[in-house]
């Protein structure tokens, strides 16, 4: 069993920034791989950045590129994700989730433990 509860979530302004954390517990944080996704008003759930277990790995949905940044601090069991250059359209609930499989996936059936999210606004 893998406990997460995401943190950090507020209102900012576009072109702001956030720094997002996820505090994981239950299993051997380094052992797998993590996952950021996001849930706008009225729409599905996505994909935002995916990070390897050891963290050297990362991958991101094209629409985040070189605004945001997943990174992760094993020795304190923690996921991040800082968010620059906030736009109007990043503004969802955003869900940390754990995925012990090997290769790192975008595919959010692939993730077996989801945090309860944490809501970012911004405003234009």
């Known amino acids: 069993q893998v406990q997460l509860v995401e943190s950090g979530g507020g209102l900012v302004q576009a072109g702001g920034s956030l720094r997002l954390s996820c505090a994981a517990s239950?299993?051997?944080?380094?052992?797998?791989?993590m996952g950021w996704f996001r849930q706008a008003p009225g729409k599905e759930r996505v994909f935002v950045a995916a990070?390897?277990?050891?963290?050297?790995?990362?991958r991101y949905t094209d629409s985040v590129k070189g605004r945001f940044t997943i990174s992760r601090v094993n020795a304190k069991n923690t996921l991040y994700l800082q968010m620059n250059s906030l736009k109007p359209e990043d503004t969802a609930v955003y869900y940390c989730?754990?995925?012990?499989?090997?290769?790192?996936?975008?595919?959010?059936?692939?993730?077996?433990?989801w945090g309860q999210g944490t809501r970012v606004t911004v405003s234009s």
């Open positions: 989730a754990a995925d012990f499989s090997i290769v790192l996936t975008p595919t959010e059936s692939e993730y077996d433990y």
């Open positions: 239950g299993r051997t944080f380094s052992t797998y791989n």
């Open positions: 990070i390897s277990g050891s963290g050297t790995i990362t």
